[in-house]
């Protein structure tokens, strides 16, 4: 079983609408959670970065966390064609090399 | 903000050459990592080194060896390359003593091609 597992997409969306992306992972031992966004041609670029359970809101983007589900969600609130991306989720415990996702691509349409 | 830099945005090498990525990073970030992203199979970790001189296999070394001669320069390196190496190699670097908690920041990767 892959340590974190994400659905490769594409997800397709019109303009504005409310995305939500999702990762589950199986290692317990995970702490800190990352959202990264890829463009095309481009290295990954930090999105959002939290530990343990929680919520955490950057803008349009909302980052949760639900631990007793080993759950990871990204919500992008207003998406534009600019959102348009491959966003990996990763995830660590304290003391251990980054585990990624595969990637969703997500493609938001004018 | 976080800068990582790679030499090579797109290179082209035949078989049996020995190839050298290059990556610097520019804020003092003690760890540095090179990755190779491919369609299917996601990222996967080769190399990662926490400090000058040192470094630790990741996933699949197998064919990959690494240089860390400086604090801000991590350097990948393909023996004899081949073509099942032709991929996107992405370098990354992170802060804070040992591996812990911190995040990773990415150059924009360089696509080598091994004819």
């Known amino acids: 079983q892959k340590e974190v597992e994400q659905d490769p997409g594409p997800l397709s969306v019109p303009e504005g609408a409310i995305v939500s992306l999702n990762c589950t992972y199986s290692?317990?031992?995970?702490?800190?959670f990352m959202w990264y966004r890829q463009y095309s041609r481009k290295g990954p670029e930090l999105l959002m970065y939290?530990?343990?359970?929680g919520n955490k809101e950057d803008g349009r983007f909302t980052a949760q966390v639900d631990k007793s589900s080993k759950y990871i969600s990204l919500f992008i609130r207003d998406s534009q064609p600019s959102d348009s991306a491959t966003y990996l989720c990763a995830s660590y415990s304290g003391y251990s090399t980054l585990t990624f996702g595969k990637g969703t691509m997500l493609l938001v349409s004018p | 903000d976080v800068k990582v830099t790679q030499s090579s945005r797109y290179l082209v090498k035949r078989t049996g050459e020995k190839v050298f990525l290059e990556c610097v990073q520019d804020?003092?970030?003690?760890?540095m990592f090179w990755y190779r992203q491919d369609p299917g199979l996601g990222l996967r970790l080769i190399y990662f080194s926490y400090d000058v001189k040192m470094k630790e296999k990741g996933d699949i070394p197998e064919g990959y060896s690494v240089s860390r001669e400086k604090k801000e320069r991590f350097s990948l390196i393909l023996e004899s390359a081949s073509t099942n190496q032709t991929s996107m190699y992405l370098c990354?670097?992170?802060?804070?003593?040992?591996?812990?908690?911190?995040?990773?920041?990415f150059g924009d990767g360089t696509r080598l091609s091994i004819l």
């Open positions: 290692n317990s031992a995970f702490q800190y």
């Open positions: 804020m003092d970030h003690e760890n």
């Open positions: 990354a670097s992170s802060s804070s003593g040992g591996l812990s908690n911190q995040p990773q920041h």
């Open positions: 939290t530990y343990s359970s």
